[in-house]
């Protein structure tokens, strides 16, 4: 039996799944991935009918692809016609290379990154779901349920379907929730977990081009006087290519208006001239948004796991989100198997009990955390060093570019947390060093592991 108070809705440990997640992006079905391969029966609900065409989450790196190649999903992605990039470079506007990231020291197997369009990533992870794993669109997760002593046991929901006048709700139980609701998450909210985000002063707007001439070879980032422009490739012959803006730089302008911004801002940078016969049908593949930062106080409370931007957003430059969505997915799921084994079966058929749930929200919370903020400190001085167009950060940020591509062990330190293999930190002698106020005599010696 059910009852509910002021508070919400309460429910004794009666289980229908194992785990429910909550969104079905690449978070969440990273998440019922490696939940479902325990053996867990898990319900994957998201409010889109379809997935989004979006211009995010498109490079992978060999952190995150560690995970996929254990579940079979590289290779999957590579059959779709992945592009395996071996380099991340800042370059000045005519294209020569000021600090390159090589892949190529990393160890055997953490070598290259992946390119591929977002759709297909989330394709792919979706069609390797386990046969434990129930995937359910066009359903609105409205609130948390508790249980009788106050931990989230699971969640209400109703389904999205435009054609029902007034669609039922309907109470799903489960000891395991992840929230994996994005930015603005709804559980997160309700489960009381604060954080701060903090918008960067400009935008970022993105197109997909087909040019007619070779395609970049790398991920590559130009410094300009007015901010980044980013560029990788794309399978079948297709180029991404994001843009910084003032925040109301593009506000008002017609489609012919914003053409022609576009070719002038294309053609201010020398080394994007192959790019420039391929603006006018690229036009319409415009996506422009705001850029932010957000890092969660906690990744999880009893019964309720934080997975994705639910628990934290980067800026795009360094290709983060989605790899650390991907490697905390991954984590949660060897906390629960940690969990698993010797623990008492749950209630209602669930092979997981709530006392085993909450051990590994506990465990995950304590090795994951530290991750994340490391990880949110690498992805805010890179997005820093590349696009802070006032006076001070801008010298500070060209300068720390330029003394970290001349220093090779710096740039190793720098390859090896940026292609999330494990953190380390930075030092606050690092730090002079990387901006040159110090000498550092041990800047050719490449750690070998």
């Avoid at 701060?196 to 002063?201: D, G, H, L």
């Avoid at 576009?262 to 319409?284: K, S």
């Avoid at 984590?331 to 623990?343: F, K, N």
């Avoid at 749950?346 to 929200?361: I, K, N, S, V, Y």
Wanted: glycine fraction near 10%.
């Amino acid at each position: 039996m059910t009852s509910r108070s002021r508070h919400g809705v309460h429910l004794s440990r009666d289980y229908d799944y194992d785990a429910v997640v909550c969104g079905a992006g690449v978070a969440g079905l990273a998440a019922a991935r490696g939940l479902g391969g325990l053996g867990l029966r898990v319900l994957v609900l998201d409010k889109q009918h379809t997935p989004r065409d979006v211009a995010k989450g498109e490079v992978l790196q060999p952190g995150a692809l560690r995970v996929l190649r254990r579940w079979g999903t590289e290779e999957a992605l590579r059959r779709r016609g992945a592009v395996g990039l071996d380099r991340l470079v800042v370059r000045s506007d005519r294209g020569a290379p000021l600090m390159t990231l090589d892949y190529g020291q990393l160890p055997e197997g953490d070598r290259k990154l992946l390119a591929h369009e977002h759709l297909a990533i989330l394709h792919t992870l979706a069609q390797d779901l386990p046969p434990t794993v129930e995937l359910r669109r066009g359903t609105l997760v409205r609130e948390a349920l508790r249980e009788d002593d106050g931990r989230v046991g699971g969640v209400l929901l109703t389904s999205q379907d435009t054609r029902a006048a007034a669609a039922e709700a309907v109470e799903v139980r489960a000891p395991l929730v992840v929230a994996a609701d994005g930015i603005s998450s709804r559980l997160r909210r309700a489960a009381g977990i604060e954080g701060q985000r903090v918008e960067y002063p400009h935008r970022l707007v993105s197109l997909e081009l087909t040019p007619p001439g070779p395609l970049p070879h790398d991920f590559s980032a130009y410094l300009t006087d007015r901010g980044l422009r980013l560029v990788y490739p794309l399978p079948g012959g297709r180029v991404r290519l994001y843009l910084q803006t003032e925040p109301d730089e593009l506000r008002g302008l017609t489609a012919d208006g914003f053409a022609d911004w576009l070719a002038r801002a294309v053609r201010e940078v020398p080394a994007l001239d192959g790019l420039v016969p391929a603006l006018p049908e690229a036009v319409g593949s415009k996506q422009t948004f705001a850029v932010g930062r957000y890092l969660a106080d906690r990744l999880a409370a009893p019964g309720l796991a934080l997975v994705g931007e639910a628990a934290y957003a980067v800026h795009p430059m360094a290709a983060q989100g989605m790899n650390t969505a991907i490697t905390s997915a991954a984590s949660l799921a060897e906390q629960i198997a940690r969990a698993l084994d010797g623990s008492a079966p749950g209630d209602g058929g669930a092979r997981l009990g709530a006392a085993a749930a909450d051990a590994a929200l506990r465990a995950y919370e304590e090795e994951r955390r530290p991750t994340l903020v490391q990880a949110a400190k690498t992805s805010a001085n890179a997005a820093r060093m590349v696009t802070d167009l006032a006076w001070p950060g801008r010298v500070v940020g060209r300068r720390a570019v330029r003394c970290t591509g001349a220093n090779a062990r710096l740039l190793h330190t720098v390859t090896h947390n940026m292609a999330g293999l494990g953190p380390r930190p930075l030092t606050p002698l690092d730090r002079l060093q990387q901006i040159g106020l110090l000498p550092d005599p041990r800047a050719h010696r490449v750690p070998t592991a």
